[in-house]
């Protein structure tokens, strides 16, 4: 039942890599995909987004230079490669869409998947 269904976390040692996909249903697959993560006791933060046409991409800094979030259009899919991961990447993280872009990158997503833990060890 779910629209967007997140696979491949995993446990790592700290520098190596993941790469996380989110399979969205049509309706799902929306205008703004992003990835989001929540660590324990902390709250939900935004990591990355990808537009329509894909040419628009987002980070925050934190991973920026190490992840790289891309959207299969044809099939309905959106990744997120997880380079020289860290301790501090260890959360699980959401696949999500929203229909458009509004207020701030974090705001107004209206899809969300169970989400897929991932673990960094040192």
């Known amino acids: 039942q779910e629209q967007l269904d997140e696979s491949g976390g995993g446990l790592v040692q700290a520098g190596g890599s993941l790469r996380l996909s989110c399979k969205a249903s049509?309706?799902?697959?929306?205008?703004?995909m992003a990835w989001f993560r929540q660590a324990p006791g902390k709250e939900r933060e935004f990591v990355a987004s990808?537009?329509?046409?894909?040419?628009?991409?987002f980070y925050i800094p934190d991973v920026e230079g190490r992840f790289t979030i891309s959207r299969d259009i044809d099939n309905f899919m959106v990744a997120l490669q997880m380079n020289s991961l860290k301790p501090e990447d260890t959360a699980v993280y959401y696949c999500?869409?929203?229909?458009?872009?509004?207020?701030?990158?974090?705001?107004?997503?209206?899809?969300w998947g169970q989400g897929t833990q991932v673990t960094v060890s040192s």
């Open positions: 049509r309706r799902a697959f929306t205008y703004e």
């Open positions: 999500a869409g929203r229909s458009e872009s509004r207020g701030l990158r974090d705001q107004f997503y209206d899809y």
């Open positions: 990808i537009t329509r046409s894909g040419r628009n991409r």
